[in-house]
């Protein structure tokens, strides 16, 4: 027959055990939360963009449309991930960072968000739908916008292209994975100023 102290020593034991355990699945558990951001730093435009733009709407594929971070882990499969989140909407968030991008490449402080200014006076309006926004964890990301910029006048569309890029992750993980789709959103951006540019000289 085991004594008292016997009896609390193995309670202690055990009990010592499950809060490791639930130590250790705590912190698996954490939800990390990431924004894309723009990478524009240096304008292309010799002279500030005259015109104002606004940026909207985006759209993303219904699958896309979740918290949780897609990744594609077969030809047919993609995964969402439970603990790596977007901190918001991605629709906005791709939003804004294009109107930060096209703003420094165009030297100008007159292109915004539409959802931010709406009923704000623009000239030229980018309209985006995402077609894919593809990544694999450690290895590459793609994307593939069509991006149709409309003229006020008449609010008819002045050009549209249909955008693919890739980059390599550069690492493991998602801030890796995050930052090569960084990447991806700014040569969509410089794709667009260059656009603009040309549409405003003719």
């Excluded at 694999?136 to 991006?147: F, H, I, P, T, Y």
Aim: charged share 25%.
């Amino acid at each position: 027959m085991k004594s008292g102290w016997e009896f609390f020593s193995v309670a202690g034991i055990l009990a010592t055990c499950l809060l490791i355990l639930y130590g250790c699945s705590s912190k698996s558990g954490q939800s990390h939360f990431y924004i894309l951001n723009s990478r524009a730093q240096t304008p292309i435009a010799a002279h500030s963009f005259a015109k104002s733009v606004v940026v909207g709407p985006v759209r993303v594929p219904t699958h896309l449309e979740r918290p949780n971070i897609v990744t594609r882990t077969g030809k047919n499969q993609l995964h969402l991930s439970e603990y790596h989140r977007w901190a918001g909407s991605l629709e906005e968030n791709i939003g804004i960072v294009v109107a930060k991008d096209l703003s420094r490449l165009l030297n100008t402080d007159n292109v915004t968000y539409y959802l931010h200014k709406r009923g704000w006076p623009w000239d030229y309006r980018v309209e985006i739908e995402i077609m894919e926004m593809d990544g694999r964890l450690g290895e590459k990301v793609s994307l593939e916008a069509r991006w149709t910029i409309y003229r006020r006048e008449g609010n008819k569309a002045a050009e549209s292209h249909i955008a693919r890029f890739e980059e390599d992750v550069q690492g493991q993980g998602y801030n890796a994975l995050i930052e090569a789709w960084d990447k991806t959103f700014f040569k969509l951006s410089e794709e667009i100023a260059n656009a603009l540019l040309k549409l405003d000289r003719s």
